[in-house]
């Protein structure tokens, strides 16, 4: 087609696009085809830190002078503040617009705190205003289930991450719900607020395929591809049922599928970047009512006998006290957890430079 299928889309549907980037450039370009939001984790924001790394090693070495005392770690995060103030900038407009229920920039609380309510909670209000269209995300661990309902309670729109299961989009949904009950109840404004809660369908295939591989099962690689798509139909369809006012979030992408396969409901799409450019330069017409269309029978009965599928896919596959040690998670966490490590490197690279190079 000649025109950009997400443009397309953002005409005709009620799904709406987001960038799975902090780079403004990046965001700048997609602005061309229709993003109105844009998500961001530590693995994203250090890769657009060293995207545009002679500024950021600048600006470290700038707030390191005027700050002698902060630790490798303090400026790595001031950096990732001033880098989702910068891209928060760029979707004020579309902010204003849509009354705060998109043009929103992600910032992630920080994932050594994951098991750590009262300090997720804590973060998330200060990360909220950072900028009017910031959104937080807080994972979708067992401790952290609280966490969405007090922080929504003051004030704040999250976006739920770390979540790869129907089970936990619906702990998500339903602590939100509270949260939000509080707040009208008290007679505080809601007009505003924006709650999303991801499903890394791309991550849901990823430990389909290691579970299989480690169980030893003999399944077709093209009928795991479809098992993020799964889930988050499904998830789709329980939240439609039950009228929440969360919208799911699709993000993590390892195929077109996941864009493709779940247009049509009132949600919002995630890519990367680099998926984005590919998806257009394709040219794929989009089915605009894709989600309502049910997975194969036969690939659906394939993937449930995997047991780590049902987990993710069954409406009570996981209780809320297995979400954190729940596999998909704890790769999920340990990689989030890398990034912090490696931010701090990055700037400790700076403001300790190796002499011997």
């Known amino acids: 087609m000649t025109q950009s299928p997400f443009l397309y889309m953002k005409e005709n549907s009620k799904t709406v696009l987001w960038n799975d980037s902090a780079d403004p450039k990046e965001l700048m370009d997609a602005l061309t085809w229709g993003i109105v939001g844009a998500t961001c984790n530590p693995v994203i924001a250090l890769s657009a830190i060293k995207a545009d790394k002679e500024y950021w090693v600048g600006r470290i070495k700038e707030y390191a002078k005027n700050h002698p005392t902060a630790t490798d770690d303090q400026i790595g995060w001031a950096m990732v503040e001033e880098l989702s103030i910068n891209a928060a900038k760029i979707f004020e407009p579309e902010f204003e617009k849509q009354n705060g229920r998109n043009g929103r920039l992600s910032i992630q609380t920080d994932p050594r705190n994951f098991r750590d309510a009262k300090a997720l909670t804590e973060q998330a209000v200060v990360f909220s205003k950072l900028a009017k269209n910031i959104i937080v995300k807080i994972p979708v661990t067992s401790e952290a289930i609280s966490a969405f309902e007090e922080a929504t309670y003051q ?197 300790v430079p190796n002499p011997d190079k």
Not at 175 to 184: D, Q, S, T, V, Y
Not at 209 to 215: D, G, I, L, T
Not at 296 to 301: E, F, S
Not at 328 to 348: C, H, I, K, M, P
């Open 155 to 351: 004030g704040v729109s999250l976006n739920a991450t770390v979540s790869f299961s129907v089970a936990q989009t619906i702990a998500v949904a339903e602590a939100i719900e509270r949260g939000l009950k509080r707040r009208e109840a008290e007679g505080l404004d809601i007009s505003q607020m924006g709650p999303v809660c991801t499903i890394m369908v791309g991550r849901v295939d990823d430990w389909v395929k290691v579970s299989a591989e480690k169980s030893g099962a003999m399944i077709d690689p093209g009928v795991m591809e479809w098992a993020g798509v799964a889930v988050f139909k499904h998830a789709h369809q329980v939240y439609k049922e039950r009228g929440y006012r969360t919208r799911l979030l699709s993000a993590a992408f390892r195929n077109h599928m996941h864009w493709s396969q779940i247009l049509g409901g009132d949600s919002v799409i995630s890519p990367p970047y680099a998926w984005q450019v590919k998806i257009n330069k394709a040219g794929l017409v989009p089915n605009l009512n894709s989600i309502e269309e049910p997975v194969d029978p036969t690939i659906l009965k394939t993937l449930q006998m995997l047991p780590e599928f049902n987990k993710m896919y069954d409406v009570g596959g996981l209780k809320v006290d297995e979400f954190t040690n729940f596999g998909a998670t704890l790769r999920t966490l340990r990689g989030f957890l890398q990034s912090v490590n490696d931010l701090e490197a990055f700037v400790r690279d700076v403001t």
